[in-house]
């Protein structure tokens, strides 16, 4: 069974950092591409970093392209971080990792992504 773990959110003042961690198991194979997508309350799933494990490409939202960085571990090939720079109160959500084995179409989009993480709570306050 693929699980996909998150760690290292918690709840920061405007302009702190933080960097969160996924870890999957039970995946025998590296997958193509993993991604982080966040949720506010009341709003819809929306992609924030995506990285293409083939080329090393990322993908980032313009809204956090000059805050967020995502990078893959060099040891565990499935396993991404996304480091979070500059954090504002919009910023404010539940930060989901996702993982696929294939291209996923519109791949800041959350459909398509066949597996996801329980998802780490990140508060930021003003």
């Known amino acids: 069974q693929v699980q996909l773990v998150e760690s290292g959110g918690g709840s920061v003042q405007a302009g702190g950092s933080l960097r969160l961690s996924c870890i999957t198991s039970?995946?025998?194979?590296?997958?193509?591409?993993m991604g982080w997508f966040r949720q506010a309350p009341g709003k819809q799933r929306e992609g924030v970093a995506v990285?293409?494990?083939?080329?090393?490409?990322?993908?980032v939202a313009d809204s956090v392209k000059d805050q967020f960085t995502i990078s893959r571990d060099n040891g565990n090939l499935n396993a991404v971080y996304l480091q979070m720079n500059n954090l504002k109160p919009e910023d404010t959500a539940t930060y989901y990792c996702?993982?696929?084995?294939?291209?996923?179409?519109?791949?800041?989009?959350?459909?398509?992504?066949?597996?996801w993480g329980q998802g780490t709570q990140v508060t930021v306050s003003s």
């Open positions: 996702a993982a696929s084995p294939r291209w996923v179409y519109g791949i800041l989009s959350p459909d398509g992504w066949p597996y």
């Open positions: 039970g995946y025998t194979y590296n997958f193509h591409c």
């Open positions: 990285i293409r494990f083939d080329s090393g490409v990322t993908y």
